[in-house]
Protein backbone atom coordinates (compact mmCIF):
# COMPACT_ATOMS: atom_id res chain seq x y z
CA UNK A 1 0.00 0.00 0.00
CA UNK A 2 2.00 2.45 -0.96
CA UNK A 3 0.10 4.72 -3.41
CA UNK A 4 -2.15 5.99 -0.20
CA UNK A 5 1.50 7.33 1.64
CA UNK A 6 2.89 8.89 -1.05
CA UNK A 7 -0.31 10.70 -1.55
CA UNK A 8 -0.43 11.64 2.05
CA UNK A 9 2.95 12.86 1.40
CA UNK A 10 2.41 15.22 -1.98
CA UNK A 11 -0.78 16.07 -0.32
CA UNK A 12 1.07 17.41 3.10
CA UNK A 13 3.92 19.07 0.69
CA UNK A 14 1.35 20.87 -1.41
CA UNK A 15 -0.65 22.17 2.28
CA UNK A 16 3.20 23.77 3.27
CA UNK A 17 3.57 25.17 -0.47
CA UNK A 18 0.01 26.48 -0.76
CA UNK A 19 -0.04 29.35 1.72
CA UNK A 20 3.70 30.78 0.22
CA UNK A 21 2.47 30.90 -3.20
CA UNK A 22 -0.63 32.73 -2.03
CA UNK A 23 1.51 35.24 -0.17
CA UNK A 24 3.68 36.05 -3.20
CA UNK A 25 0.96 36.90 -5.38
CA UNK A 26 -0.94 39.51 -3.13
CA UNK A 27 -2.94 40.45 -6.15
CA UNK A 28 -4.70 43.68 -6.00
CA UNK A 29 -5.33 45.96 -2.55
CA UNK A 30 -9.19 46.46 -1.52
CA UNK A 31 -9.48 49.37 0.11
CA UNK A 32 -13.62 49.09 0.42
CA UNK A 33 -16.61 46.93 0.16
CA UNK A 34 -20.09 48.61 0.42
CA UNK A 35 -23.36 45.97 0.49
CA UNK A 36 -25.40 46.58 -2.53
CA UNK A 37 -28.39 44.14 -1.84
CA UNK A 38 -29.59 42.53 1.63
CA UNK A 39 -29.63 38.69 1.16
CA UNK A 40 -31.38 36.53 3.83
CA UNK A 41 -28.52 33.57 5.11
CA UNK A 42 -25.79 34.30 2.64
CA UNK A 43 -23.46 37.07 1.58
CA UNK A 44 -24.65 40.16 0.15
CA UNK A 45 -24.67 42.15 -3.30
CA UNK A 46 -21.79 44.88 -2.77
CA UNK A 47 -19.41 46.94 -4.76
CA UNK A 48 -16.19 46.75 -3.89
CA UNK A 49 -12.85 48.92 -5.04
CA UNK A 50 -9.24 47.79 -5.00
CA UNK A 51 -6.13 49.68 -5.64
CA UNK A 52 -3.60 48.32 -7.83
CA UNK A 53 0.15 49.67 -8.60
CA UNK A 54 1.47 49.63 -12.84
CA UNK A 55 4.40 47.67 -12.48
CA UNK A 56 6.24 48.98 -15.58
CA UNK A 57 5.20 52.48 -14.40
CA UNK A 58 6.87 53.40 -11.38
CA UNK A 59 4.15 56.63 -9.94
CA UNK A 60 1.13 55.41 -11.16
CA UNK A 61 -1.72 53.90 -9.61
CA UNK A 62 -5.21 52.96 -10.73
CA UNK A 63 -8.31 51.95 -8.69
CA UNK A 64 -11.32 49.72 -9.86
CA UNK A 65 -14.48 49.48 -8.74
CA UNK A 66 -16.49 45.85 -9.33
CA UNK A 67 -19.59 44.62 -8.23
CA UNK A 68 -19.48 40.94 -6.94
CA UNK A 69 -22.32 38.46 -6.23
CA UNK A 70 -23.63 37.64 -3.35
CA UNK A 71 -26.12 34.63 -2.84
CA UNK A 72 -25.00 30.93 -2.83
CA UNK A 73 -23.29 31.35 -5.71
CA UNK A 74 -21.25 34.17 -5.10
CA UNK A 75 -20.41 32.50 -1.43
CA UNK A 76 -19.30 29.49 -3.08
CA UNK A 77 -17.15 31.66 -6.01
CA UNK A 78 -19.19 30.38 -9.25
CA UNK A 79 -21.53 33.39 -9.86
CA UNK A 80 -20.83 35.06 -13.46
CA UNK A 81 -19.76 38.78 -12.50
CA UNK A 82 -21.12 41.48 -14.50
CA UNK A 83 -18.91 43.36 -16.66
CA UNK A 84 -20.09 47.08 -15.07
CA UNK A 85 -15.86 48.32 -13.62
CA UNK A 86 -15.13 51.67 -13.22
CA UNK A 87 -11.60 52.89 -13.37
CA UNK A 88 -9.40 56.06 -12.30
CA UNK A 89 -5.96 56.11 -12.32
CA UNK A 90 -3.59 58.46 -11.22
CA UNK A 91 -0.06 59.78 -10.75
CA UNK A 92 0.83 59.63 -7.09
CA UNK A 93 4.58 60.83 -7.51
CA UNK A 94 7.70 60.97 -10.03
CA UNK A 95 7.14 58.76 -12.49
CA UNK A 96 9.78 56.15 -13.93
CA UNK A 97 9.74 53.55 -16.53
CA UNK A 98 10.87 50.49 -15.68
CA UNK A 99 11.03 48.80 -18.84
CA UNK A 100 9.13 49.59 -22.67
CA UNK A 101 6.08 48.44 -22.93
CA UNK A 102 3.80 48.32 -26.07
CA UNK A 103 0.53 49.40 -26.40
CA UNK A 104 -2.39 47.64 -25.27
CA UNK A 105 -0.22 45.71 -22.55
CA UNK A 106 -1.94 44.03 -19.76
CA UNK A 107 -1.54 45.85 -16.46
CA UNK A 108 -3.90 43.52 -14.39
CA UNK A 109 -6.16 40.88 -15.17
CA UNK A 110 -8.71 38.48 -13.16
CA UNK A 111 -11.43 36.25 -13.54
CA UNK A 112 -14.76 37.28 -13.58
CA UNK A 113 -16.81 33.96 -13.75
CA UNK A 114 -15.64 30.25 -12.89
CA UNK A 115 -14.06 29.37 -16.62
CA UNK A 116 -15.09 32.10 -19.59
CA UNK A 117 -14.81 35.59 -18.55
CA UNK A 118 -11.60 38.15 -17.59
CA UNK A 119 -11.31 41.66 -16.70
CA UNK A 120 -8.26 43.38 -17.82
CA UNK A 121 -6.73 46.48 -17.11
CA UNK A 122 -4.75 47.56 -20.31
CA UNK A 123 -2.16 50.56 -20.68
CA UNK A 124 -1.75 52.51 -23.82
CA UNK A 125 0.46 55.91 -24.62
CA UNK A 126 -1.08 59.19 -26.36
CA UNK A 127 2.68 60.39 -27.39
CA UNK A 128 1.56 63.47 -28.57
CA UNK A 129 -0.03 64.25 -25.49
CA UNK A 130 2.20 62.49 -23.47
CA UNK A 131 -0.26 60.97 -21.48
CA UNK A 132 -0.96 57.48 -19.85
CA UNK A 133 -4.23 55.56 -20.70
CA UNK A 134 -5.49 53.10 -19.04
CA UNK A 135 -9.05 51.31 -20.17
CA UNK A 136 -10.46 48.22 -18.27
CA UNK A 137 -12.98 45.57 -20.05
CA UNK A 138 -14.07 42.35 -19.43
CA UNK A 139 -13.73 39.85 -22.22
CA UNK A 140 -15.12 35.95 -22.99
CA UNK A 141 -14.30 33.35 -24.48
CA UNK A 142 -17.90 33.52 -26.80
CA UNK A 143 -18.37 36.90 -26.91
CA UNK A 144 -16.70 39.75 -25.13
CA UNK A 145 -18.49 42.69 -23.31
CA UNK A 146 -18.61 46.30 -24.82
CA UNK A 147 -18.74 48.06 -21.24
CA UNK A 148 -15.24 49.32 -20.25
CA UNK A 149 -14.29 52.39 -18.98
CA UNK A 150 -10.81 54.87 -19.55
CA UNK A 151 -8.47 56.94 -17.24
CA UNK A 152 -5.54 59.13 -18.30
CA UNK A 153 -2.69 60.11 -16.43
CA UNK A 154 -1.01 63.29 -17.69
CA UNK A 155 2.86 63.02 -16.94
CA UNK A 156 3.81 65.92 -15.19
CA UNK A 157 6.88 67.03 -13.27
CA UNK A 158 6.65 65.47 -9.47
CA UNK A 159 8.30 67.75 -6.79
CA UNK A 160 11.69 69.56 -7.84
CA UNK A 161 11.40 71.59 -11.24
CA UNK A 162 12.36 69.33 -14.18
CA UNK A 163 11.33 67.60 -17.21
CA UNK A 164 8.69 65.22 -17.46
CA UNK A 165 9.15 61.78 -18.88
CA UNK A 166 8.23 61.41 -22.20
CA UNK A 167 5.76 57.92 -22.61
CA UNK A 168 6.38 57.72 -26.23
CA UNK A 169 10.69 57.23 -25.55
CA UNK A 170 9.49 53.86 -24.18
CA UNK A 171 6.83 52.40 -26.48
CA UNK A 172 8.29 49.04 -28.31
CA UNK A 173 8.37 49.63 -32.16
Known amino acids: MRFPSAFAAAAAALALLAPAALAADDGPDLIFRKSTVFKWLTPNDKLATYGIDDSVVEGV ?48 RERRSLIFKKMQIVRGCDAKRNVLVYMVYTDKLIEGSPKNSTSTVPIMPWGAPGEAAKCGDYLKG
Do not use: N, W
Open 61 to 108: ACHYTVPEKGGVAGMFGVAEEVSDISLACRQYGPIKFKDKFEQGDVVF
